[in-house]
């Protein structure tokens, strides 16, 4: 596996910017999109108490030893593409031997979670935008219709946790 990591960058900027350039990157260095994952740390740079986030970005890359012979390839890449949104883009390779590396994958489950395959809650209506809406005069603390269907999607998820792991104790 191979990790990016993004210093001195804002992680929710981080997070949308990366599912752009996963599949640029993974070309870079010859491999999947799921062979690669980034880490955006709430971090800051900070030179002389001046914040450098998002103009100076430092990036650290942890890859298995087999990667080293790409690596001029994979900083071309990468540094181009941070360029993009950084003034000034430090980047640094940092290799492991891939016996030193530990991977417990549970095959019942995705090896990823997208927004395909996350759970989504249905959005409660926006009374607000209503014309002429009453203020609330109710008991603000007591337990809401939200409550109630949260409530009901926990007890449905909980179920199907004991169904899932009955199945695979009985596969045993």
Do not use: W
């Not at 010859?30 to 971090?43: G, K, L, M, Q």
Request: aromatic fraction near 12%; charged fraction near 30%.
């Amino acid at each position: 596996m191979i990790t990016i990591s993004l210093l001195g960058v804002d992680q929710f900027q981080a997070q949308s910017f990366v599912a752009d350039i996963q599949d640029e990157i993974a070309q870079a260095f010859e491999v999947t999109p799921e062979d690669i994952v980034f880490y955006a740390p709430d971090s800051f740079l900070i030179y002389r108490g001046v914040d450098q986030t998002s103009y100076q970005l430092n990036v650290v890359v942890s890859a298995p030893r087999k990667y080293e012979p790409i690596e001029k390839q994979a900083a071309s890449v990468i540094t181009k593409i941070f360029k993009q949104n950084h003034v000034h883009v430090i980047l640094r390779f940092e290799y492991f031997n891939p016996e030193h590396e530990y991977e417990s994958i549970d095959k019942e489950y995705p090896r990823f979670m997208t927004p395909d395959n996350m759970a989504h809650f249905e959005a409660m209506e926006d009374e607000d935008k209503e014309e002429g809406i009453e203020p609330f005069l109710g008991d603000a603390f007591g337990e809401t219709d939200y409550d109630k269907k949260l409530k009901a999607k926990d007890e449905e998820l909980a179920l199907q946790e004991i169904e899932r792991l009955k199945k695979k104790e009985s596969n045993k």
